[in-house]
């Protein structure tokens, strides 16, 4: 089955305490990226990747690293969480290296800085 | 950046009858995307309609582009309990490798 998985699905954890979120997909996709969603902000990007190697900065990357050394897996990792990390993250991923076509969307993972 | 802006923010209607929501963005535009999000979840991909095109169809679903207004409306016919849900737009620019979403419209179906 065609997908992207996200682990964990819940992740509570404290202020500072390193993490990395999962994100793969099984569709040989090139293009991966990770957004989050706060109420009354909507979806924002926080990074995309275009290819293995190759990532860049969407709108909120402060705070986030990531990186893309196979073509299936695009971690996302919190260094140093902060309270305003909190939010629901979701990873995507897309047929080419560009944004225009159909997304695939992760299930989300909720994470609650404390 | 937010660039859709969804309207209305909440709709409620009876199960049979027809949903339509609109989305308007701000800059040029290569495609633009609707999504629907069940409370929590994943964004599932609904329909995507490129800038040169002005109406597409797919199931119950028919999604206008007007890019002249820089706008687009959702149609859902014939609703059903199960389409409640959020429902987004997203624009694809030129070169712009990322999606920007509007902020939902909140759609609920009345038995």
């Known amino acids: 089955e065609a997908q992207v998985t996200q682990n964990p699905r819940y992740l509570i954890t404290v202020t500072g305490k390193k993490l990395t979120v999962t994100c793969s997909q099984n569709?040989?996709?090139?293009?991966m990226s990770w957004y989050r969603q706060d109420p009354g902000l909507g979806l924002r990007q926080i990074y995309y990747s275009m290819n293995v190697e190759v990532t860049d900065k969407g709108d909120v990357p402060e705070g986030y690293k990531v990186s893309r050394k196979e073509k299936r897996n695009f971690p996302l990792i919190l260094e140093s969480p902060s309270p305003n990390q909190t939010s629901l993250y979701f990873c995507a991923s897309g047929l080419t290296g560009t944004s225009w076509n159909e997304q695939y969307f992760g299930p989300g993972t909720r994470l609650t800085v404390t | 950046s937010q660039q859709g802006e969804e309207d209305p923010q909440a709709l409620s209607i009876q199960e049979g009858e027809n949903a339509t929501m609109n989305c308007s963005y701000k800059t040029s535009i290569n495609n633009l995307q609707w999504y629907r999000q069940n409370s929590g979840r994943g964004l599932v991909h609904l329909i995507l309609?490129?800038?040169?095109?002005r109406e597409k169809h797919s199931g119950r679903l028919r999604v206008t582009l007007d890019t002249s207004k820089k706008s687009s409306s959702l149609l859902i016919t014939a609703s059903r309990a199960a389409d409640t849900a959020s429902y987004f737009c997203a624009t694809g620019g030129w070169g712009a490798q990322k999606l920007v979403f509007g902020q939902g419209t909140r759609l609920t179906i009345n038995p």
């Open positions: 309609i490129r800038s040169n095109e």
């Open positions: 569709m040989n996709h090139e293009y």
